[in-house]
C-alpha cells in the first residue's frame, strides 16, 4: 500500500494491509548458499578431525584444534538471517547449525547452547512457546551437564589488549558513545580430562583433554538469552522450578581474577536468577554487571534488558524506562540488534504519558537506523514507536508509524507473528483514539485489528499446525495439569489466586498482548479450584467470595475484552455514593478520557426526548464508545464492575440484620452453598447433585409447566411432598427458616436452580406454609449485584406498557380492551409504541418503568441478539447487546412478564438464559427486574399486571409485586380466559389464582435496600 494512501486514511487494521510479492533478497539468498557450502564443509575429514569427538575422532586423542570454531560459522550465519527477520529461513539455519555442533557420547557439547537460544528465539517469534521452552531446556541441560565449564576458560585471553574498537557505522549519536570493550571471540578452553579405568567407573561426562579457541562469550550470551525467554514463558510457574534454579547455581563461579570476565559471569548469573523469579538477587547482579569500567561488554544489553524487566515489574516501575533505553543504545553499540525491539516494547509500555514522547522519539530513531541492519529490529522499533505515540496522543506520528512497520511486515522475506500480533494491538487502540469502537459496526478497524490480535493469540496456526502462542495459555495449560483434580494448601491456592486475578502490572508493561490474553483464558476451572479449596476449608466467608468471582467471570467471558469495555461503561455511569473509594479515586484520577466520557455520560441524561432520535445516538454512540473502547485498551487493571464484586474479606458487610442470603455455585457434580445472617456465613457442599435437574423438573410438571398431554393444573396437592423433599435437600437444617426470624431472604441461584421456584417450597414438611409467604423473596445473578451499593430511588414519573397478543391470542379486541385496563389503572401510563418516543436505549429519558407483555425467547447461541421489546424486534438497536453499550438511559424498572425460559423444555435448560438477562439488564442501568420462567397470558397475567402497574409509581417494584401477587392468588379466574390451559381444564369449575401454575413463575430481581439496616 502507497504511504500516500496509508497516511489519508488515518489508520487501517494491522491485518488489512495486503502481503506484497517481494522477491527474497540478495543478502538472504548469499547466507542460504553460505550455509548450504558449510554444510558440505561440515563433512569433510579435516574439519571432523579439527572439532574431534570426545573419546577421539581419526586417532586424535586430544590436544589443541587450531583450525575448530565453536559455535560454527553456520551459526553466525543462520544469527544474520534471524536479524534480517526471515524467520522461516532463520529456523532452517538454525537447524543446519545444530547439527553441525560437536557431539559425544555425552550428547551435544557447550556450542550447542547459543545454538539452542536462538532457535528458541525464532520460535518464539514465530509464535510458538512450547517449542521455545523446548530449546530452553536443551540449552540449559547443556550448561548443567557440563557443570564448570566457566572455571575452564583462560579468561586472560577474553580481552583484546591494546585494541580500540570503533563504533558501528549508520548507528545514533546515543549509541555510538557507547564505550566498548574489546573482547574477543576466541577465548581458549580447557575441557576434558585423562581417560583411565577409574574414570570410566566415575561415570559422568567423558572427554579426553582438549584445548581449543573458543567464542565463550557468544556461548555465555546465548545462555542469558535463554534464561531470560524462559522467566518470559514461565512466569511465577519458575519460581519452584528446581531445574532453572540449578542452572543459577551451576553459573554462580567465583574466583575469577579478570574484572570483565567476573562482570560478564556476573550478568549471566543474574540473568539464570531472573529465570528462577529470584528478583531481589537478580537485580543487583544485573545492575553492577551491566557495565564494566564504564564500558559495554557481550552481555551488557541483556543484563540491562532483566534489570528493566526486574523494575517494570515492580509498583511502580521506577528506573526501567532508563535501563530500557539504555539497553537500546547499549545493544546498537554492540551490534545485537534483536534485543533493541524487545526493550523498546518494554520501555512505551513503561512510559509514562509525559515519558512517551521520548521513548517514540528513541524508538523511530533507532526503527529507521536498523531498516538495512536488522529489519528485526526495524518492524519492533516501529511498532514500539506507535504504541508510545498512541500513549503521548500524537495519533499522526502513530499512524505513520504503524504505517512504516506494516511496510516491512508485508515483505516475503520477513516474517514475525509475534510482532504483527503486538502491531494488531495498537493498530486497535490507535482506531479507537480515531473515533473507531469494538461492535459498533461490522468489520469495524478496531474489530479487524482487535480479531487479528486475537487469532494470533489463541487460534495461532503455521503449516496446518495449532499452536500455543502466548505465556498464559502456556503457563495456564502446565498449571491444569499439575494441579489436575487435586486440591492443596497455600500454595496451591496462592498459585491460583495469581491466575484467577487481573494481569499484574509488569505483564501490562512488557507485553499487553499476552495481559488481554490473560485477562480472555477460559478461567473457571481454576475459579473453580479455588472455590473447592475455600470448601475444604469450611470457610464460609471464602466460599462465598469465590462464588461471586466464579458466576462473575462467567458472564465478564461473554463480553468483548473479557467485559473491560463494559467495566468502563459501569464506571462512568456510575452514582457517586454507589462506588468505593478506590473507585472514585480511579474514574478521577485514571486515563483523561474518562472524564470526557463521564461529562458526556451525564450530558445523556439531561436530552431534551423529542430531541434524541436514531440519528443522535448514532452519534453519541460512536463518540462514546469509542472513547470506552480507547480507555478499555489502556495497560492496567480496571475496577471490576460488571457485574460488581463483593469485598473478599467483608462479603456481607452491606447486609441488613434479618436479611439472609443464600448463594449456589455448580461445579461439575457438586453444589457449593452458602448461608448468609447477621453477620454470619456458614457453607456446605452436597457431591451428587445429578438427580437434582429431575426432582425439580417434577416439581415443575407437577403443577403444570411444559406439560403436553392432559391437564395442566394438578388434581391434587401432592406435588408439595416433591417441593418439601426438594427443599429439605438443599438445605439440610430445616432450621434455616423454620426457627428464624427473616423478613427479606436474597437467593443467588445457579444452574437449574434458576427454574425452582423458592416461594412455593413449603418450610418444614409437605403441609407447612410457603417460604414466600413467610418472607419476602427476591433473587440476584451474582452476590455483587444482590448487595451493590444503590442511589436513592426517585419515584417513577410514567409507566409504559408495551403489549401484543399476549393475554388473549385469539381475540384482538379483548386483547386490546386487557391491554387498555392495564394502562388505565395508572395515571400517566404509556402504551407504546408512541410516535416520537426517543430510542429504545434512551427509553429512559421519559420512563422509570416499563412492562414488557409478549413472549420473548432468548437464544443461547446469541444471547445479546435478544430485542426487549415486541415492536423492535430485529432492529440492532434494540437488541440486549445495544442496552449495554453508551449511550443508554435506561428505566430503572422492568418487567418482563411474557420470557420463556428454559424451564418449560423438555430437558430443564442449565439456566443461562435467566442468568445472562438479568445480567446483562443490571449492568446496563436496570436496578429492578421482575421476569418470568414461562409466559402465563389470559386473564390472570392482567390482574396482576393490573395491580402492579398501579402501585409501581408509589411503592416500587418490590412492594407493588408483593400486593399484585397476593391480588392475584385471591382472584376467582376463568378457564376459558386462560390462553396456558389445556383443553382438559376448560370443565374445571373452581380456578383460582392460588394455583402455583399462574404466581410462581415470576421471578423477582432487586438489590437490598441500603437503608434497610438503619430501620428498627
Not at 462467567?554 to 452514582?575: C, E, K, Y
Not at 456458614?682 to 447433585?689: A, E, M, R
Not at 434455616?736 to 418444614?764: E, S
Request: aromatic residues 6%; glycine residues 6%; hydrophobic residues 45%.
Amino acid at each position: 500500500m502507497p504511504m500516500s494512501d496509508f497516511q489519508s486514511s488515518h489508520v487501517l487494521a494491522y491485518s488489512d494491509f495486503p502481503r506484497t510479492d517481494f522477491s527474497k533478497t540478495m543478502l538472504t539468498r548469499v547466507l542460504a548458499c553460505l550455509i548450504a557450502a558449510a554444510s558440505v564443509l561440515s563433512l569433510t575429514p579435516q574439519v571432523s578431525f579439527a572439532q574431534g569427538s570426545g573419546l577421539g575422532s581419526f586417532g586424535t586423542l586430544g590436544g589443541i584444534e587450531p583450525g575448530g570454531r565453536y559455535p560454527s560459522q553456520e551459526y553466525y550465519i543462520a544469527l544474520e538471517i534471524y536479524r534480517s527477520g526471515d524467520l522461516e529461513n532463520a529456523l532452517d539455519a538454525f537447524e543446519g547449525a545444530l547439527r553441525s555442533t560437536r557431539r559425544d557420547i555425552n550428547g551435544r557439547w557447550i556450542d550447542s547452547i547459543p545454538v539452542y537460544a536462538m532457535l528458541a528465539e525464532c520460535y518464539w517469534h514465530m509464535g510458538s512457546v512450547p517449542q521455545a521452552r523446548e530449546n530452553i531446556d536443551a540449552a540449559m541441560q547443556v550448561a548443567i551437564r557440563y557443570r564448570g565449564w566457566l572455571n575452564k576458560v583462560d579468561w586472560r585471553s577474553a580481552v583484546r589488549d591494546g585494541v580500540q574498537v570503533s563504533p558501528p557505522p549508520g548507528v545514533w549519536p546515543a549509541a555510538m558513545a557507547i564505550k566498548r570493550i574489546p573482547t574477543s571471540d576466541r577465548i581458549m578452553y580447557r575441557s576434558g580430562q585423562q581417560v583411565t579405568e577409574q574414570t570410566l567407573i566415575q561415570g559422568g561426562v567423558i572427554e579426553e583433554p582438549n584445548l581449543r579457541a573458543m567464542d565463550i562469550i557468544e556461548i555465555m550470551r546465548g545462555l542469558a538469552i535463554a534464561s531470560y525467554r524462559r522467566r518470559i514463558i514461565l512466569g511465577p510457574l519458575s519460581e519452584q522450578d528446581n531445574f532453572v534454579n540449578e542452572l543459577a547455581e551451576s553459573t554462580n563461579v567465583g574466583g575469577i581474577p579478570q574484572p570483565v570476565a567476573q562482570t560478564m559471569v556476573g550478568a549471566l548469573h543474574g540473568a539464570a536468577r531472573f529465570a528462577a523469579y529470584d528478583d531481589k538477587r537478580a537485580f543487583p547482579e544485573a545492575s553492577k554487571s551491566a557495565l564494566s569500567s564504564g564500558g559495554a561488554h557481550p552481555l551488557s544489553a541483556i543484563a540491562l534488558l532483566v534489570q528493566a524487566s526486574v523494575l517494570a515489574e515492580s509498583d511502580t516501575a521506577e528506573g526501567s524506562l532508563a535501563a530500557a533505553l539504555a539497553c537500546v543504545n547499549v545493544a546498537a553499540a554492540l551490534e545485537q540488534p534483536e534485543l533493541i525491539g524487545e526493550a523498546l516494547q518494554l520501555a512505551a509500555g513503561v512510559a509514562s504519558d509525559k515519558e512517551a514522547n521520548v521513548v517514540r522519539t528513541a524508538a523511530d530513531t533507532a526503527a529507521n537506523a536498523m531498516l538495512r541492519k536488522s529489519r528485526l529490529a526495524s518492524v519492533h522499533g516501529f511498532v514500539a514507536s506507535a504504541d508510545a505515540a498512541v500513549k503521548s496522543r500524537d495519533y499522526d506520528a502513530a499512524t505513520l508509524s504503524i504505517g512504516h512497520a506494516k511496510s516491512l511486515s508485508d515483505r516475503r522475506d520477513v516474517v514475525q507473528p509475534r510482532i504483527d500480533a503486538y502491531g494488531a494491538f495498537v493498530a486497535a487502540k490507535l482506531a479507537a483514539a480515531r473515533g473507531d469502537a469494538i461492535g459498533l459496526k461490522s468489520n469495524s478497524v478496531v474489530d479487524k485489528a482487535y480479531g487479528s490480535m486475537r487469532t494470533f493469540a489463541q487460534q495461532h496456526r503455521v503449516r496446518n499446525r495449532t499452536l500455543v502462542s502466548m505465556p498464559s495459555t502456556y503457563q495456564f495449560a502446565l498449571l491444569s495439569q499439575s494441579l489436575g483434580t487435586r486440591i492443596g494448601g497455600s500454595t496451591s491456592d496462592a498459585i491460583l489466586e495469581y491466575f484467577t486475578n487481573d494481569p499484574p502490572p509488569g505483564l501490562w508493561r512488557r507485553d499487553p498482548v499476552d495481559a488481554m490474553t490473560f485477562l480472555t483464558i477460559d478461567r473457571l476451572a481454576a475459579l473453580a479450584m479455588r472455590l473447592a479449596i475455600a470448601a475444604e476449608q469450611t470457610d464460609g466467608v471464602k466460599v462465598l467470595a469465590r462464588t461471586d468471582t466464579l458466576l462473575a467471570e462467567r458472564f465478564s467471558q461473554t463480553m468483548p475484552l473479557a467485559g473491560r469495555i463494559a467495566h468502563v461503561r459501569v464506571l462512568a455511569s456510575a452514582d457517586e455514593q454507589t462506588l468505593s473509594d478506590d473507585q472514585r479515586k480511579f474514574r478521577d484520577q485514571g486515563p483523561a478520557e474518562f472524564k470526557r466520557l463521564r461529562q458526556m455520560v451525564l450530558d445523556n441524561a439531561n436530552l431534551p426526548a423529542e430531541t434524541v432520535n436514531d440519528s443522535v445516538v448514532e452519534k453519541l454512540a460512536q463518540q462514546q464508545e469509542s472513547l470506552a473502547t480507547l480507555i478499555a485498551f489502556s495497560r492496567g487493571s480496571l475496577p471490576r464492575l460488571a457485574p460488581p464484586r463483593v469485598d473478599e474479606k467483608a462479603p456481607i458487610q452491606g447486609l441488613p440484620k434479618r436479611t439472609a442470603l443464600v448463594t449456589f455455585a455448580f461445579v461439575g457434580n457438586r453444589l457449593y452453598t452458602t448461608f448468609s445472617l447477621n453477620g454470619n456465613t456458614q457453607s456446605w457442599t452436597n457431591n451428587n447433585t445429578s438427580r437434582l435437574p429431575a426432582m425439580i423438573g417434577s416439581v415443575l410438571r407437577s403443577i403444570g409447566v411444559g406439560k403436553t398431554r392432559g391437564a395442566r393444573l394438578p388434581e391434587d396437592n401432592a406435588w408439595r411432598k416433591d417441593a418439601a423433599t426438594l427443599l429439605k435437600f438443599l438445605f439440610p437444617d430445616a432450621s434455616f427458616f423454620a426457627g428464624t426470624d427473616i423478613d427479606d431472604l436474597v437467593i443467588v441461584p445457579d444452574g437449574p436452580l434458576w427454574y425452582l421456584p423458592f416461594d412455593m417450597l413449603p418450610i418444614d414438611g409437605e403441609d407447612a406454609e410457603f417460604l414466600g409467604d413467610k418472607m419476602s423473596i427476591r433473587y440476584a445473578a451474582t452476590p455483587g449485584l444482590a448487595v451493590r451499593p444503590m442511589p436513592v430511588r426517585k419515584k417513577s414519573r410514567a409507566v409504559g406498557l408495551a403489549a401484543n397478543r399476549f393475554f388473549a391470542p385469539r381475540d384482538l379486541e379483548v386483547n386490546t380492551a386487557i391491554t387498555e385496563s392495564i394502562v388505565d389503572a395508572a395515571a400517566g401510563s404509556i402504551l407504546l409504541p408512541v410516535a416520537e418516543m426517543p430510542p429504545t436505549t434512551m427509553l429512559g429519558l421519559v420512563l422509570d418503568s416499563l412492562i414488557v407483555a409478549a413472549p420473548s425467547v432468548m437464544d443461547m447461541n446469541n444471547p445479546f441478539a435478544m430485542s426487549v421489546l415486541p415492536y423492535e424486534a430485529g432492529k440492532p438497536n434494540a437488541s440486549l447487546g445495544a442496552w449495554l453499550q453508551l449511550p443508554s438511559q435506561l428505566p430503572k424498572t422492568i418487567a418482563l412478564a411474557g420470557f420463556r425460559s428454559q424451564a418449560e423444555a423438555t430437558r430443564l435448560g442449565d439456566g443461562r438464559d435467566l442468568f445472562m438477562t438479568l445480567c446483562a439488564l443490571n449492568i446496563a442501568g436496570v436496578d429492578d427486574v421482575l421476569i418470568s420462567r414461562w409466559a402465563v397470558g389470559g386473564e390472570s397475567s392482567a390482574i396482576v399486571l393490573r395491580e402492579f402497574s398501579q402501585e409501581l409509581p408509589f411503592s416500587g417494584m418490590v412492594d407493588a409485586w408483593r400486593r399484585a401477587r397476593m391480588v392475584l392468588r385471591r382472584s376467582d379466574l376463568d378457564p376459558l380466559t386462560e390462553p396456558l390451559l389445556a383443553h382438559a381444564d376448560k370443565d374445571l369449575e373452581n380456578v383460582t389464582g392460588e394455583e402455583p401454575l399462574f404466581w410462581a413463575g415470576y421471578l423477582l430481581s432487586s438489590p437490598i435496600d441500603p437503608n434497610a439496616a438503619e430501620k428498627p
